[in-house]
C-alpha cells in the first residue's frame, strides 16, 4: 500500500485594508495636486487674477443692486406724478362743475371757459413733462443694469473657466460680453412699437388731456 501522505496548507491572513487605504490616500493626494484650483494657488498670475475676478464680480454685485434701488425710486416717482396728474383733474372738473350749478342767468362761468380750459391745459403738459422726463431716464437707467447684469455674467463665466483650467488658463484673456446681433432692418420694422411701448404712459395721459381740454367748456355750458 502506497503511503498516504497528509498536505497541510496553512494559510497566513494578510490585511490588506491599509493597503487600500494607502492606495486611496495616494490617489486623492494625486489629485489634489492636479486640482485646477491646486494650480491657480500655485501660480501667482492666475491667483491674482482669480482675486481680482472675484472683487470685481463682488462690485458689480453691489452696483446692480444699487441701479435697482435707483430704478424702483423713478417707478415710485413716476406712479405719484400720475396720481398727481389725476387728482388735480378730479379735483378742477369737480370745482367746475359746481361753478356751473352754481352760476348766475348770464352765465358768466361760460363766457370765461377759456381760463380753466387753459390752466387744465399748462398744468397737464407740466405734469405730462415730468413724467416723461422720469420715464426716459427709467429707461436710460434700465439699459445701463442690462449691461451691468451682462458684464456680470461675462465675468461669471470667466472665473469658472478659469477655476475649470487651472494655470493652463490664459491670462491675456478678458472677460466678453455677450452682444445680440440685430439686423438693421430689424431695427427699424420694430423701433416705432417698441418706442410705443416704453412710452404708452405718456401716450395715454396725452390723450387724456386732449378730453380734458374740450370738457372744461362742455360742463360750464352745456
Known amino acids: ?3 498516504q501522505r497528509d498536505n497541510h496548507v496553512v494559510e497566513i491572513p494578510v490585511d490588506i485594508e491599509p493597503q487600500k487605504q494607502s492606495l486611496f490616500a495616494d490617489a486623492a493626494l494625486g489629485a489634489i495636486q492636479h486640482h485646477p484650483l491646486t494650480e491657480i494657488s500655485k501660480s501667482p498670475g492666475h491667483l491674482l487674477l ?8 463682488d462690485l458689480h454685485g453691489h452696483r446692480i443692486g444699487a441701479i435697482e434701488a435707483r430704478l424702483e ?3 415710485r416717482g413716476a406712479f405719484q406724478l400720475c396720481c398727481l396728474y389725476f387728482a388735480f383733474h378730479g379735483i378742477s372738473l369737480t370745482l367746475l362743475f359746481t361753478s356751473s350749478v352754481n352760476q348766475s342767468e348770464d352765465r358768466r362761468a361760460c363766457k370765461n371757459w377759456w381760463v380753466p380750459s387753459c390752466l387744465s391745459l399748462l398744468t397737464s403738459l407740466v405734469l405730462v413733462c415730468a413724467v416723461q422726463i422720469k420715464i426716459c431716464g427709467y429707461w436710460k437707467v434700465s439699459r445701463h443694469l442690462q449691461r451691468e447684469r451682462a458684464d456680470g ?3 461669471t463665466r470667466s472665473i469658472q473657466e478659469l477655476r475649470m483650467k487651472g494655470a493652463s488658463f490664459d491670462l491675456s484673456k478678458e472677460p466678453q460680453t455677450s452682444k445680440r446681433m440685430k439686423s438693421s432692418s430689424v431695427e427699424i420694422k420694430w423701433r416705432p412699437l417698441r418706442w410705443c411701448s416704453q412710452n404708452l404712459v405718456t401716450i395715454c395721459l396725452l390723450c387724456f388731456t386732449g378730453m380734458i381740454f374740450p370738457a372744461c367748456k362742455f360742463i360750464p355750458c352745456g
Open 73 to 75: 425710486t423713478i417707478r
Open 1 to 3: 500500500m502506497a503511503e
Open 153 to 155: 455674467r461675462a465675468l
Open 50 to 57: 482669480l482675486k481680482l475676478w472675484q472683487r470685481e464680480e
